[in-house]
């Protein structure tokens, strides 16, 4: 057990998915998975392992924001011995070709501040996706028959910017979307030697306002969630 995860050993699976919503981490286990088990609710942050095609896999939440996420990546890789964490999750997107729905893998996230930030001091590390999942995570997506989005991403320490200024650059500098954790979770993973990855669904579009209703949301998941297993476990 650590402070943030009642687990006992041999509870959490090598592969972790992430979801930021706890309860998005119950859903995915339940559809996803074979015999999922509860492993962790401290503080109401659910975790779940069961497997996928006989393989051993854990879903579990991460909240939302850097700080969160690297509290639970930490002790997933450093307390319970996980190698492989794929962050499943909404972005919006900051592109004009990308569209709600679509699924987009992040090869890097560019961030303004990241909780390991203090660690690099006047080095400014360039956070990146573990290439073989990457590869993968592509294949799996097209031989379903989605077309992803693959490039960098931009992790945002806060939820409600005031930068639109900064909104601009990003979409001038090629950046598709913005969501809020991964950048932290390649940093934590490259720290420990582990492989990290965010696959993640278009929820909302910056230039045009559209969004996805909460009901949605979860629907409109299921290929993010498909493509990270077949990532973790290619056929």
């Not at 303004?112 to 294949?139: C, I």
Request: proline letters at 5%; charged letters at 20%.
């Amino acid at each position: 057990m650590t402070p943030h995860i009642g687990a006992s050993k041999g509870d959490i699976a090598e592969t972790v998915l992430m979801p930021g919503d706890p309860l998005r981490a119950k859903w995915a286990a339940e559809t996803f998975l074979d015999t999922p088990r509860l492993v962790n609710e401290v503080r109401g942050m659910l975790g779940y392992t069961g497997t996928y095609q006989g393989h051993p896999v854990t879903i579990h939440g991460s909240g939302m924001g850097m700080a969160s996420l690297s509290i639970y990546a930490n002790e997933l890789i450093r307390d319970y011995g996980a190698k492989t964490l794929i962050r499943i999750g909404s972005c919006g997107a900051m592109q004009a070709h990308v569209k709600i729905r679509d699924v987009i893998i992040a090869m890097s996230a560019t961030s303004l501040n990241t909780p390991s930030m203090g660690l690099f001091r006047e080095v400014n590390f360039a956070p990146t996706a573990d290439f073989s999942l990457l590869r993968t995570a592509v294949n799996a997506a097209e031989a379903m028959g989605t077309a992803p989005h693959v490039g960098g991403i931009y992790s945002s320490d806060v939820f409600y910017d005031e930068r639109p200024d900064l909104t601009e650059q990003m979409t001038r500098h090629g950046i598709l979307a913005v969501e809020m954790e991964a950048a932290e979770l390649y940093t934590v993973a490259a720290r420990f030697g582990a492989r990290a990855l965010a696959v993640l669904t278009v929820s909302d579009h910056l230039q045009t306002g559209e969004a996805l209703p909460s009901s949605e949301r979860q629907s409109s998941f299921g290929d993010m969630v498909q493509i990270a297993l077949k990532a973790a476990f290619p056929s």
